[in-house]
């Protein structure tokens, strides 16, 4: 039998904001590609398109592929690109290493190539979906990767500058790499502190939805809402998300299938 956790999670602000219908998504994470696991990908696409008819997209938030492989990649990306609806793609630690020939630059624009000319072909970058304004985060180290994320000051620069520009809109952000503390301190975003510092000179962003852990945790701190979803494992977990942006409301659903 199908094990299915339900988490639901209500926040309020008092702002005016338009109004907008609430956004369907699913969250995958983690799913560390290889030649010898890229069935269970299939799975998934093959069972999310049978039973899901109403998901605005879908978005993969890094450690798409387990090392920076483009053939990998290429695999990971024909199989993803058969999703019946919008697919979104985040770069994690594992992703790229620039001396193994797949940098960010050729990555983004591979995505992009396979997935349609809606996908920017930049790591960090912007998409609306029902008076939403997602804003996809990046920093991911390609010269050294190791399994702590940085964000550059021109990341910083860029995000201050996007939530100024959607002030009036709800925002939620999207990165591989968590901004709550984790089990081991090499995991965590290096300049996090300034990185919150940041988020607490705008008053527009609801939820930040990550991945990198491993691990299925919320936590609501300093009127956002971080979650956190379960690595992907063989088609094992996955998370449905809904916003409704006029309250805020963020609802999820932790999909379980390891009991069939």
Same mark, same amino acid.
């Given at each position: 039998?199908?094990?299915?956790?339900?988490?639901?999670?209500?926040?309020?602000?008092?702002?005016?904001?338009?109004?907008?219908?609430? =956004?369907?998504?699913?969250? !995958?994470?983690?799913?560390?590609?290889?030649?010898?696991?890229?069935?269970?990908?299939?799975?998934? !696409?093959?069972?999310?398109?049978?039973?899901?008819?109403?998901?605005? +997209?879908?978005?993969?938030?890094?450690?798409?592929?387990?090392?920076?492989?483009?053939?990998?990649?290429?695999?990971?990306?024909?199989?993803?690109?058969?999703?019946?609806?919008?697919?979104?793609? !985040?770069?994690?630690?594992?992703? =790229?290493?620039?001396?193994?020939?797949?940098?960010?630059?050729?990555?983004?624009?591979?995505?992009?190539?396979?997935?349609?000319?809606?996908?920017?072909?930049?790591?960090?970058?912007?998409?609306?979906?029902?008076?939403? !304004?997602? =804003?996809?985060?990046?920093?991911?180290?390609?010269?050294?990767?190791?399994?702590?994320?940085?964000?550059?000051?021109?990341? +910083?620069?860029? $995000?201050?500058?996007? $939530?100024?520009?959607?002030?009036?809109?709800?925002?939620?952000?999207?990165?591989? +790499?968590?901004?709550?503390?984790?089990?081991?301190?090499?995991?965590?975003?290096?300049?996090?502190?300034?990185?919150?510092?940041?988020?607490?000179?705008?008053?527009?962003?609801?939820?930040?939805?990550?991945?990198?852990?491993?691990?299925?945790?919320?936590?609501?701190?300093?009127?956002?809402?971080?979650?956190?979803?379960?690595?992907?494992?063989?088609?094992?977990?996955?998370?449905?998300?809904?916003?409704?942006?006029? $309250?805020?409301?963020?609802?999820?659903?932790?999909?379980?299938?390891?009991?069939?």
């Amino acid at each position: 039998m199908k094990k299915l956790l339900i988490l639901a999670t209500i926040f309020f602000c008092v702002n005016s904001f338009a109004k907008a219908e609430n =956004v369907k998504f699913i969250q !995958v994470t983690d799913v560390h590609l290889t030649q010898n696991n890229a069935l269970y990908l299939e799975d998934f !696409v093959s069972d999310i398109n049978t039973k899901y008819h109403d998901l605005d +997209f879908v978005i993969f938030t890094g450690d798409n592929i387990d090392q920076a492989n483009q053939n990998d990649l290429e695999t990971f990306l024909s199989i993803v690109k058969k999703i019946k609806t919008r697919k979104y793609v !985040v770069i994690g630690n594992h992703d =790229v290493f620039k001396s193994k020939n797949l940098d960010k630059n050729l990555y983004m624009q591979l995505v992009r190539k396979n997935l349609g000319a809606y996908h920017s072909s930049k790591p960090n970058y912007v998409f609306k979906c029902k008076g939403v !304004v997602f =804003v996809v985060m990046d920093g991911v180290k390609e010269l050294i990767p190791g399994p702590g994320g940085y964000f550059k000051q021109a990341e +910083f620069d860029w $995000l201050d500058k996007t $939530l100024t520009k959607y002030k009036k809109d709800r925002v939620v952000i999207i990165q591989h +790499f968590p901004l709550l503390d984790g089990k081991a301190r090499r995991n965590e975003v290096y300049n996090k502190q300034e990185y919150l510092d940041l988020l607490k000179k705008h008053n527009n962003v609801i939820s930040v939805i990550s991945g990198h852990y491993h691990e299925n945790r919320e936590e609501f701190k300093d009127n956002i809402y971080h979650v956190l979803t379960m690595k992907f494992v063989n088609n094992t977990y996955y998370k449905i998300i809904e916003i409704d942006p006029d $309250l805020p409301m963020v609802y999820t659903q932790l999909i379980d299938n390891s009991e069939n």
